[in-house]
C-alpha cells in the first residue's frame, strides 16, 4: 500500500492523471491510453463499514458499504487525488452508491448492458466504451490515439499474462504456493513496472521451492476452488479457514482471481471494440444469462485438479446468491464434486461457524 500510495503521488507531480476505479469491467486501457494511471479504490475493511452505515441501510453488500466507508471518513489515499472514477452499473446497490460518491468526486458511469447474448447488448456496450474515451480525453485535456489504445492494449495484455502465469502456479500437485500467497499477489495499480518484477520474482521463488521440494501443503491435501464474490486483502478469512483446516485453495474463479485474466484483448482491428468484447465477456453475475461461469469453472476444475468448489456470497450480494443454485447444480450434476455456499460478511463473528462447515466437508474428501 505504501509503494502503491508514493507510486500515485509521484505520479500526480509528475503531470499524470489518476482514475479511480471499482471494478473490473472499467477498461484499464483507456485510462493509460489517456496518461493516466487507474487505480482500484478501496473496500474491504470491515473498520469504514460503521460509519457507512450512518448513511446506507445496514441490510447492504459489506463491499459497498466497505467503499462508501472509506469515501465518508476521506480514508481512501486513491480516492483522494483522483481527477475521476468510473463506475459502472453491474449491481443496483453501487448503482445508487455512485450517486453519493458524485456529490464529493467527478463520477462518469459505464451502464453495462446484461443481455450478453444479444448483438444490441454489445453494440451499446461498444458505444460506452466510446463515451468513456471521451470523457477521458476532456478530463485530460489529450487526444487518445488508436496507437495509444494499441500500446495500452499490449501493456495490459502483458501484465495480465504475468498475473495468469503467477496464478497458475496453483496447478502445482502437490502445491508449492499458498491460496493466501496467490491471494496477496493482487495489486491496485495498473501498468507499474515493480508489480511486474514482483511477479517474476515470485514465480521465480516458486519454481525454487520446487526444486528444493519445498511444498506449501501436505501431499494428498484437499484442492478447494473459491468461486463467487471477489476477495481483497482484509476480506480473505474464507481462504484462511479453508487452509487451517488442512486443504489449499489452489484457484480463485472470482473477479480477484482468473476471471478477468481468463480472455486477453485482441491486439488487431478496432481497438475500441476489441478492449469492450474482451469485457463484456466477464462471466459476472450480473450478466443473463451466465453460461459463462459455468464454463469457466469447469475448465479451472479440470487444470487445477480440484476436488471440491466452495462459492463464496457477500451477505445482500443478491445476484451471486441467487446463481449459487444454478453453480451448485452444476458442480454437483456435471463436475460430480462436492459443493459448499458460504454467505458472510467482512466480520469474524461467523469465522469459527464456517471452519466448522469446511472441516466437514474437508473430512468428507
Excluded at 463491499?63 to 483522483?82: D, Q
Excluded at 453519493?100 to 456496450?125: N, Y
Amino acid at each position: 500500500m505504501n509503494h502503491e500510495v508514493d507510486l500515485v503521488r509521484d505520479a500526480r507531480r509528475r503531470g499524470k492523471g489518476v482514475v479511480g476505479i471499482y471494478c473490473e469491467f472499467t477498461p484499464r486501457e483507456l485510462i493509460l491510453a489517456a496518461n493516466a494511471v487507474p487505480v482500484c479504490l478501496c473496500g474491504a475493511s470491515n473498520r469504514t463499514i460503521p460509519p457507512a452505515e450512518t448513511v446506507l441501510p445496514s441490510n447492504l453488500c459489506p463491499l459497498i458499504k466497505s467503499s462508501f466507508g472509506y469515501i465518508v471518513t476521506n480514508r481512501c489515499p486513491f480516492l483522494m487525488v483522483a481527477d475521476l472514477v468510473v463506475a459502472e452499473t453491474t449491481c443496483d446497490g453501487k448503482k445508487k452508491m455512485y450517486e453519493l460518491l458524485a456529490e464529493k468526486q467527478p463520477v462518469h458511469i459505464l451502464e453495462l448492458t446484461q443481455k450478453f447474448e444479444e448483438q444490441e447488448a454489445f453494440s451499446h456496450w461498444v458505444s460506452e466504451v466510446g463515451k468513456l474515451r471521451k470523457k477521458l480525453e476532456k478530463t485530460f485535456n489529450r487526444t487518445i490515439t488508436d496507437d495509444d489504445l494499441r500500446k495500452a492494449i499490449k501493456d495490459m495484455n502483458h501484465e495480465r499474462s504475468l498475473l495468469r502465469s503467477a496464478f497458475e502456479l496453483g496447478k502445482e500437485d502437490p502445491a508449492i504456493v499458498t491460496g493466501m500467497e496467490l491471494a496477496e499477489l493482487r495489486y491496485r495499480v495498473a501498468g507499474d513496472p515493480v508489480h511486474l518484477r514482483m511477479l517474476e520474482a515470485f514465480m521465480a521463488e516458486a519454481r525454487d521451492r520446487k526444486k528444493h521440494g519445498k511444498f506449501a501443503a501436505k501431499k494428498g491435501a484437499p484442492r478447494i476452488m473459491i468461486t463467487g464474490c471477489p476477495t481483497a486483502q482484509g476480506t480473505t478469512k474464507l481462504i484462511e479457514v479453508i487452509e487451517e483446516c488442512g486443504a489449499v485453495v489452489v484457484v480463485q474463479e472470482t473477479c480477484s482471481g482468473m476471471k478477468p485474466l481468463d480472455i486477453q484483448v485482441d491486439e488487431t482491428g478496432d481497438p475500441v471494440e476489441a478492449i469492450a468484447r474482451k469485457y463484456f465477456q466477464l462471466p459476472c453475475s450480473c450478466m443473463t444469462p451466465n453460461k459463462g461461469r459455468e464454463a469457466l469453472i469447469g475448465k479451472l476444475a479440470k487444470e487445477f485438479k480440484v476436488q471440491a468448489v466452495i462459492d463464496l456470497v457477500w451477505q445482500a450480494c443478491h445476484t451471486y446468491n441467487v446463481e449459487s443454485f444454478l453453480i451448485d447444480r452444476f458442480v454437483r450434476e456435471k463436475l460430480g464434486m462436492p459443493y459448499m455456499k458460504v454467505e458472510t460478511d467482512y466480520s469474524d463473528s461467523d469465522r469459527e461457524r464456517i471452519k466448522v462447515r469446511v472441516q466437514t466437508l474437508i473430512e468428507m474428501l
